[in-house]
């Protein structure tokens, strides 16, 4: 098989409190040399602070749907897993 890719994307909110950027989804696909997906991932996460009114109207994601949802530090370690040693493309950095 020959080298793999993950094209990532992530939403996040901000934080008044830290003044900093919170993830609340990351979304992963793997693809081949030849643009085959070859896996993904995606992980909904609670940044336990409330969302802001534009990440509400730009995602559509509210407090609501992530109530349920992981924090950040409980699916680091599957995403690092997933990521492997692959080139990272970021989509929209």
Do not use: Q, R, W
Not at 8 to 35: G, V
């Amino acid at each position: 098989m020959g080298k793999e890719y993950v094209i990532l994307d992530t939403e996040t909110t901000y934080n008044p409190e830290t003044k900093k950027e919170e993830i609340i989804e990351i979304s992963a696909i793997k693809i081949d040399n030849l643009f085959n997906k070859t896996s993904e991932f995606y992980k909904s996460i609670n940044p336990k602070i409330p969302l802001t009114f534009i990440t509400k109207k730009v995602t559509g994601i509210t407090e609501e749907s992530l109530i349920d949802s992981p924090s950040f530090n409980e699916v680091i370690d599957e995403f690092y897993d997933f990521l492997g040693k692959c080139p990272i493309i970021a989509h929209n950095a």
